[in-house]
């Protein structure tokens, strides 16, 4: 300011170099004081308790600067009562005493009687000065986020989707229906038996092969809401928030049972320990195996059902696949004849087609997947699209384009298996990948 004298002005300087020499702080505010500056040395008074929130001095301070009683103030009774400076609404005033009693204390929100002090009245005069000390997290504020609220996790109601609309794949819904659905349909008869629940169903096979959509139509057979979860959805930059995130989805299943719980990609959400060098991903899998085991949910996992889906399920921590776990295996191969002409329809049903020889393309399409037969039907779509855009002409997709399409296209899960065939020879434990060494043999792959 144009008339400060020059000792305001150098102290100012110095104090905003050295924000934090609480002294510094005092003595700047005390000239301020003497000049009538009451305000300013109130915000520097308040600046000074915030690096040093029980300062007798700077308390003394402000309670002069907001020209409180002089009871208030250094030698006043508030003062010989506690050494340590003017007690705080709620305190006794010095040891020995007596909680404050009577209309003022009753009244709440100010100080005890005698000590002729507001410190809420205070702490309002200065919060438009003095900012808080603590920066919070908005969504730890809000309760919102992916781990702040447990309802946060988006839950799919009851679909339409059912197994028979699954084309083809007959052995995956024989399978789902022997190991899954058939002991949750008939409660009489699983009882009879000693059917448990307990574990889960663990499907695996090339990428592309409708493994999420098989997972969806199980949970519509069940009547059961659907909550899918993957690896970004879990995984937080804080510690431990990965962990209450898993548990939090847990906990919103079984707030919604009769819930089916979708792991999907889960050699990434439940990676081998042994291979996993960050402590993170390790406490992750920890959680899982204690969210899978119903030990965490009190009730248990009661209505809740767990389905999980990987291509590379010899990278899945074992622990995982134990009995009571996903302790059900299933592979989802590449969609037989039937489901390949169900998928091809479903891809052409509103494209301009023109006499197509579903049999001929379906014969041409073997080991293609879901994927790859919608690609298919897309590059077909894109040739004749050109041809009409060059011509001026619409011309209809034809036989011929879908065929070309697939000439063009080599099958996505050769690679797959490719891979999954040295682990069927050389890693079958425990006969875990019977079902695959099977396949492969039928095909003639081995």
Known sequence: MADESPLIRSLRAAVAAAPGDVPLRLHFAELLLAEGRNDEA???????????????D?????????????????????????PAGPARPGEPAGPGAEPPAGPAAAAGGGAPAGSGFDW?????????????RFLEDPQAAEGAGAGGDADAWDVDAPGAVRLADVGGMEEVKDRLEAAFLAPMRNPELRRLYGKSLRGGLLLYGPPGCGKTFIARAVAGELGANFLTVSLSDVLDMWIGASEKNIHDIFETARRQAPCVVFLDE????????????HSGLRNVVNQLLTELDGIAGGAGNEGVFVLAATNVPWDVDIAL?????????????????????????????????????????????????????????????????LDSARSGAVRLITT???????????????????????????????????????????????
Request: net charge neutral; glycine share 8%; aromatic share 4%.
């Open 42 to 56: 109130v915000a520097e008074a308040a600046a000074a308790l915030q690096h040093a929130p029980g300062d007798a």
């Open 321 to 385: 696949r134990r009995p009571g776990r996903l302790d059900r295996t299933l592979l989802v191969l590449p969609p037989d004849a039937t489901a390949r002409e169900a998928i091809l329809r479903y891809h052409l049903r509103e494209r301009p087609i023109e006499a197509v020889d579903l049999g001929r393309l379906v014969k041409a399409t073997e080991d293609f997947s879901g994927a790859d037969l919608a690609h298919v039907c897309e590059t077909a779509a894109e040739t004749a699209l």
């Open 400 to 446: 011929k384009d879908l065929l070309g399409a697939a000439k063009q296209l080599k099958p996505s899960t050769e690679p797959w298996f490719a891979a999954a065939r040295n682990v069927a020879m050389f890693a079958n434990e425990g006969g875990l990948y019977d079902d695959l060494l099977a396949h492969l043999k039928r095909k003639r792959k081995l």
């Open 58 to 82: 700077a308390r003394a301070l402000m309670v002069r600067a907001m020209g409180l009683p002089p009871a208030a103030g250094p030698g006043g009774p508030a003062a010989t009562a506690d």
């Open 266 to 277: 889960l050699d990434a959400l439940g990676a081998k320990r042994s291979r996993t060098h």
């Open 120 to 132: 809420d009245a205070a702490e309002q005069q200065v919060q438009d000065v003095v900012g808080p």
